[in-house]
């Protein structure tokens, strides 16, 4: 997971306080299913994690999340397009 700070234009408040991340249950439960789901051949998941940040950036809150269908071959990883618009 990557996570950026927001800039800050005074060096005085750019303090390397520790990062609180909450995640809803919904969105554990929502990355376990689309685990079990996965094909047999298939060797990861992949999606992407939706919520908000505070102001200073010390707090992310994470509120949903979707998988994103793709194929694998060696180490190349395609999503797939189509499925992501039909659905």
Not at 1 to 6: D, I, N, Q, S, V
Not at 23 to 38: C, K, M, Q, T
Request: with cysteine; glycine share 4%; net charge negative.
């Amino acid at each position: 997971m990557f996570l950026a700070r927001p800039t800050l234009s005074s060096n005085l408040m750019q303090s390397q306080s520790p990062l609180t991340a909450s995640i809803e249950p919904v969105v554990l439960f929502s990355i376990l299913d689309h685990a079990l789901r996965r094909n047999v051949n298939q060797k990861r998941v992949i999606g992407t994690m939706l919520g908000i940040r505070s102001d200073d950036g010390t707090e992310v809150e994470i509120r949903n999340c979707f998988a994103v269908p793709h194929n694998e071959s060696n180490e190349q990883v395609a999503t797939c397009a189509l499925a992501l618009a039909e659905s």
